[in-house]
């Protein structure tokens, strides 16, 4: 059983159109977040949530828009996608909002804007 | 702000070689130091950390000291295998900021 599991694994779409990612996962973890990695592996936080409140929304474009469902869940919305949004996701969990805890993370979405 | 320096990679070394990853970091007060390993097509995963000044965090016998004096936390291994390679990632997060910080990370490659 997957600890913390995304959907998709791929993504292919258009400029302008909007997407999502999902997140989910079974960790019974408070705590979650959005981190995207560029084509040099630079990881970059994007949000953190913690029992479904926003905690961190780093400088993202208001394109992003992420929603948590419930705190075992953390998607992400894409509107309007540009060819920079080339990357690929990552959503990672920890036990608690802090400190020093380990975060598990999933197995990414690689999204290509074409 | 806080921030995280990598050596850049590739590292291409020889089975059974010496590792050293250079990791050097900026943060205010007195941060948590991390080491994360991605395996191809995988997320990452924590391999070890340090949570003061002079703790040495270990596993699967890669080795790093916090050190607070020249702000550093070098990842190291005496003898890698195949199956060590892999991007690794030197991360921090400073008290209070529940956010870890991760460097470009450092790509490693062993061979036969």
């Known amino acids: 059983d997957t600890a913390v599991s995304q959907t998709p694994k791929y993504l292919v779409t258009q400029m302008g159109n909007d997407k999502s990612i999902k997140c989910e996962q079974n960790?019974?973890?408070?705590?979650m977040y959005w981190y995207k990695q560029d084509s040099k592996k630079f990881l970059k936080i994007m949000f953190s949530?913690?029992?479904?409140?926003?905690?961190i929304n780093e400088t993202v474009p208001n394109r992003f828009s992420p929603k948590s469902p419930d705190k075992a869940h953390l998607n992400l919305h894409i509107n309007s996608l540009e060819l920079g949004d080339s990357a690929v996701y990552f959503c990672a969990s920890r036990i608690t909002l802090g400190p020093a805890g380990e975060l598990f993370f999933g197995e990414g979405s690689r999204l290509t804007v074409l | 702000g806080d921030s995280v320096t990598q050596m850049e990679g590739p590292v291409t070394l020889s089975e059974e070689a010496f590792l050293t990853i250079n990791c050097t970091y900026t943060?205010?007060?007195?941060?948590?130091l991390f080491w994360y390993v991605q395996y191809p097509g995988e997320g990452l995963q924590l391999l070890l950390k340090a949570t003061k000044a002079d703790d040495k965090g270990s596993n699967k016998g890669f080795e790093a000291t916090y050190r607070k004096e020249t702000t550093s936390f070098h990842l190291e291994k005496g003898s890698v295998q195949v199956s060590d390679s892999a991007v690794y990632f030197c991360a921090l997060e400073s008290g209070g900021s529940y956010i870890p910080t991760f460097g470009r990370g450092t790509s490693l490659i062993v061979h036969p």
């Open positions: 943060a205010t007060g007195y941060p948590s």
């Open positions: 949530y913690n029992n479904k409140e926003l905690i």
């Open positions: 960790l019974g973890h408070d705590t």
